[in-house]
């Protein structure tokens, strides 16, 4: 697998979601580029769906001829390899979704929150550097409210299906920017943890600190550079939350996750967010 058909991105959906689009636009699930269900390809077209490419970790990957450290974590998944920085911000695939990217000011998500048979509308709304605030309709005159920004995290109202500390921890981790872009500003933003097989993906793994003393682990589909995966560690080293995204669609020039779960560190489905629209609006030249 040459290096350039590798890595990226980050942050959340309605807390966890990739940002989106060249200019202002409202994108609606009929709309949107690509598949409803794999990964599309830059032409649309559907991801393979045997995950063949999957199963080989980049032979320049774990052939360490330089001599440098071979990244990896404790996990006994994990797989040790050379140079992992370089294989995600030599995406060639990604590397047209984060130019775009660079030129957005803010992307709003609309959706729904369903918690076992119920459901609840949702939004998003989110810009730069790393402001994004919640809102969710909880009942006929309840709403619950999440927001960060320079002032800070706010909560108010009761959430539903996460608690009130996964979701000040999905806002206090929020990042607009994708690793790529981030890494393209630092190249020791993110902290290489070596390859982890995720079912029918190959990912590359990081770690990331962020405010309040939480750090998220990422998962990085090797082939789209998509975020598949983060979980999200509390400054006491304990799993808070673990989000899998999926269904991504091409949204104005950018990668979007139409799906989120979350699920608690024992594997239980707390809750799963789906989009239907987004909005984009790009930075004025």
Known sequence: MPKSVNPLLASMMLLALVSAGWSSANTSVGDNEGAANGNPDVAGGPAPANGAYASEVPREAIDNQDQTTLAADQEEQSIPVAEEIDF???????????ESLKAIAKVDYYGTRYVDCEHYSLEVHTARPNQVSLLMKTGDSSTFEGSKSNQGIKIRGTPQGLGVEEERALLATFAFDTPIVELERNQH???PLGMQKLPGILTWKLQVDRPGGY?????VDSHYGDIVKFTIINAQGARVLDVSLHDYRGVEGIRVPFAIDYRSPDGTLLASDRLERVAVTRTRS
Do not use: C, G, Q
Not at 215 to 219: C, V
């Open 88 to 98: 995600v911000k030599d995406n060639s695939f990604r590397k047209p979704f984060e």
């Open 189 to 191: 933003a993110f902290k």
């Open 215 to 219: 750090h998220r682990i990422l998962y």
